[in-house]
């Protein structure tokens, strides 16, 4: 019995390293690229856009182009293209527009595997790069009836809202492409008896044809429960709103009409190109609107005394999924025509359309010297709320009455509302109606874009865009005192706040910023994020990971808190008494941020009593009971899951290599039967059978 342990083991062990041999040989002959972007799945009511492979990946002969000129050369090569049965085309990042990718598209058709784009280094990025559409939203705008369509964004290729049958990746690093150039050229022989390059693009996506069939396989998985597996997620993440805690009246008077001023910007962007970690873009859109937005609640915060003079409520609002359809601007439209905003408290009376005095967007706003204010409609607006802020601010150039509104969330606000309510005043950057943003909705879109040198910016380094920032918030602050509350005062906000809020945004949320002003355990969530910027990408509810709503979450109700309280040293169980016995405003108990404190003496710790809201900002597509998701009501954008995600590379054997290769391998299997029927013959035992023993 004994020596039958020892061959079972033995055999084991020999299983064990046959087991791990073949890897090895895997790494040998594939080389990963692990820093690749990636281009997903995502699905609206009726279409699919975005690129896949097939579930075990495309492979094909690698061929690279680098300009037009090869571009050229290569589609009258018939017979290079005729040699082999399918190509994974390596192209300049340059050459990434409609123009090349159609032509290849019919030049190669079922030949074309895959699409594979490359940056050789960052100072050879294109000067344009968006793929969102030439007039973005355009589906759902407020101009839908309007047959004169302004294009916003001119250089935009639309790429992102096609569906491609084939995956399309991409690698921005330099040392990336270097390696890939190596190799190419080390096989890049014109004979076609030599072995070339091959690559294999995997990005399986689990979700096809439209949210409606997906949605329908979600919920037929999830009436299974052995079976439960989710296909896709809708798209959206939180909208967030706080205002200033009426210190006096924990549950305010009755409403008046045209009382409710809203403050709107953007938390979401959507990028082409994908990267687990890498910059999701997003700088300025919508990066530095929301910079903006929320040193202008520091401000409102700061003189919250001023602001409490007066019967206006400003309520300061994100909107998380407006990049696709604005769908977080229907959801919110929705909840407010519903009677269920504010959410959260039944003692607030619900704020309706005709509460609301006017709302105030900031959007697409980029490091330029001009900024353009858009009105709409011009019966409502008021003018001299219009010239007291180019007054106060002579950046700002009014355009003309009823001009065409760029791509903004006032558009559903209006639209939603037949714009018979209320004005929009939106704040934004163009120029002759194009966005100055070239990288619109792209991972170009990143601090270089801003004069921001990323490697050398600190927690505190002023740079020209934080001064910009102060130069804007500033007069618009003290065009609101002027305009609501009556009074001509100079308000300033130090340039450390700013300087420390674009730290933290586009260089590292784990910054001392948010430790200061949340509490331990939401504090927490952030110590696992190293030096990462505020993600801005597509979020899908349920909320994922993303850090984005407890970051805008805690530095909003912190910076509208009510400032009292900062001088009642209140300690920690104190601080918790309060929030037991008011179910209107939130009390959080944290270290404090030193430059928004006023007072003289400093505390070891601070109670923020603040009003602060947020509900699901997934499209009511997804909600109302029964709706059909191919209707045009509501936009259903859903993003597809997957798994795995890999780009590598080998190397495509000749016929002759080919041959010898199953030559050797049929003699080896060979001798290993032969092997096996000797063991067998020697040993006598089965492993099937079970030991008598
Ligand atoms: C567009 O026209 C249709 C039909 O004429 C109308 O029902 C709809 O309200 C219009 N939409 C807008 C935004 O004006
Ligand atoms: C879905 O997206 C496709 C491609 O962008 C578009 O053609 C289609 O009209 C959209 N459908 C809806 C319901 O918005
Ligand atoms: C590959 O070879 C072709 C023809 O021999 C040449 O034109 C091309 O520049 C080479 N490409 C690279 C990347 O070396
Ligand atoms: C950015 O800062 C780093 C470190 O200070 C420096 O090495 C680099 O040259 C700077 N880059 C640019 C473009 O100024
Ligand atoms: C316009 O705003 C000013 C304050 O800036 C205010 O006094 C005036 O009543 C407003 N006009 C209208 C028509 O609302
Ligand atoms: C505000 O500052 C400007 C210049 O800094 C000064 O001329 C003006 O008098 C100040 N206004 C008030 C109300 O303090
Ligand atoms: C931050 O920078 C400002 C000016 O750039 C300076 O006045 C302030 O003292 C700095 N704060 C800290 C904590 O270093
Ligand atoms: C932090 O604040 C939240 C919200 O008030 C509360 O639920 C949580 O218990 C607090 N955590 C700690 C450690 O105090
Ligand atoms: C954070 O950085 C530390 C060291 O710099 C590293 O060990 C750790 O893995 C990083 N964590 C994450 C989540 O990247
Ligand atoms: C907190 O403050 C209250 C009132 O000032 C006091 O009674 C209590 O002992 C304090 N608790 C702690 C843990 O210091
Ligand atoms: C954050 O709080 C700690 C104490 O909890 C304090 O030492 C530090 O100065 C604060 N940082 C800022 C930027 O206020
Ligand atoms: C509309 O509001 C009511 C409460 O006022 C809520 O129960 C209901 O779920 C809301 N409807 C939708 C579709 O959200």
Redesign the pocket.
Known sequence: MRSSVIFVYLLLSILCVYCSQPKRIVDQMYISFDHARYCVRRLNGTHEIGCQSSASGNSGRMYMIDNDEEFNSYLMNTKLIDSSGSFIIVLNVNLFNTYYVDKLITSLSSKLNGLLLYLKSTSSRPEYFSHDDQCPNHRYSYYLNQTEIINWNSKGTGLFFRSFPFPIMLIDEEDDYKQLIKFYRQFNYSQSSSPTCGLELKSFQNAAHSSKTCIRRNDISHSLIDLEETFCDPVGGLNIYSKLPQSFIIIPKKRQPKSVILILTTTDSFQMFLKIKGTTGGAQQPATSLITFLALAHLIGQEQNEFKQQDKEIIFVTLDGDALDYSASFKFM??MI???FPIGNQNEEPIKVEHIHSIIEFQSLSLTDKLSLYTYPSSLINQTFIDTLVHNNPMIIPMAVDSSLPPASSQIFLRQTSSLSFPAYILTSTNQNQLSNHYYHSFFDDPSTLSINISSLEYNSTTEFSQWIKNIVEPFGQTLIESFVGIKKNITIKQEIINNLVYCILKNINCPLIHNVTNQSTGNSFDSSNETSLPFSINTYPVAATPTFPFVQNILSYFLRDRIYDTYNLNETTCKQYSNNDSFCSYIYVGGYAPSIMSEQSFDGYCVRSYIRSVSSMS?AF??DNYDLSQTTYPAWTESRWTTISLRLFVIPTRKHEIITLVIGILLLSVSFIVCFILRYYTNISLLQPSSS
Do not use: C, H, K, V
Request: proline share 12%; hydrophobic share 25%.
């Open positions: 929705f909840d519903n009677g269920s009511p909600t109302i």
